[in-house]
């Protein structure tokens, strides 16, 4: 069984930055991809990023450019960097894990607003 824990979500105002840390623990490997989605209010959840078993990286396309996702096999670690935050990336934060096509486990959510 895997558990993830998010931590660093918070109030930002627009234009700034915000990193993001997910934490493993349980039966997972460095074959496991890993990746970060959101929902925002009255909205349904949407993918943000995520790296695969093999290192490589995708993004949405409006996180291309200002949202860097990255990965610390050693530690079961997964970080989304986000840059130029705008009021529309306000939502909560969710990490996950798959293993092939299935999603094996979810975190608890981390809040994220952007406001002035």
């Known amino acids: 069984q895997v558990q993830l824990v998010e931590s660093g979500g918070g109030l930002v105002q627009p234009g700034g930055s915000l990193g993001l840390s997910c934490v493993a623990t349980?039966?997972?490997?460095?074959?496991?991809?890993m990746g970060w989605h959101r929902q925002a209010p009255g909205k349904e959840r949407e993918l943000v990023a995520f790296t695969t078993s093999g290192g490589a990286t995708r993004y949405a396309d409006y996180a291309k450019g200002r949202f860097t996702i990255s990965r610390d096999s050693a530690n079961n670690t997964v970080y989304l960097q986000m840059n130029s935050l705008q009021s529309e990336d306000t939502a909560v934060y969710y990490c996950f894990a798959t293993q092939g096509d299935n999603y094996i486990a979810w975190g608890q959510g981390t809040q994220v607003t952007v406001s002035s």
């Open positions: 349980g039966t997972i490997s460095s074959r496991n991809s």
